[in-house]
């Protein structure tokens, strides 16, 4: 499976970008798929996850909405009032099959992920 993400941007604070993610080579209709980020100098981490439920990070509960298309070959992440703390560098990913399908917990795990998009760097200047 191949992901290619795009959509980042450059974007004043308050306001909003969507990022896209389409995926190739394989169905990835029975896979879970996810947004992660990392900023400069910290950890990759969750930011929200489309299986059986969304789910979301804390920080961007309210602002940010996953959602995928009827086909299932894509994930995107809507992004509403970005804040300086949301620039890093975004990174789609999906499961390998329905395993962690239904289980939002596990899906926040970055090792329950199996491939991965290449990024797409988000800056929200202050």
């Known amino acids: 499976v191949q992901l290619q993400a795009s959509g980042g941007g450059l974007v004043q604070a308050g306001g909003y970008l969507r990022l896209s993610c389409t995926a190739s080579g394989r169905t990835v209709v029975s896979s879970a798929m996810g947004w992660f980020r990392q900023a400069p100098g910290k950890e990759r981490e969750f930011v929200a996850a489309s299986g059986g439920h969304s789910t979301y990070a804390d920080s961007v509960k309210g602002r940010f909405t996953i959602s995928r298309d009827n086909a299932k070959t894509s994930v995107y992440l809507q992004m509403n009032s970005l804040q300086p703390d949301d620039t890093a560098v975004y990174y789609c990913?999906?499961?390998?099959?329905?395993?962690?399908?239904?289980?939002?917990?596990?899906?926040?795990?970055?090792?329950?992920?199996?491939?991965w998009g290449q990024g797409t760097l988000v800056t929200v200047s202050s």
């Open positions: 990913a999906a499961t390998n099959g329905a395993r962690y399908y239904y289980l939002s917990s596990q899906l926040q795990i970055r090792d329950r992920y199996d491939y």
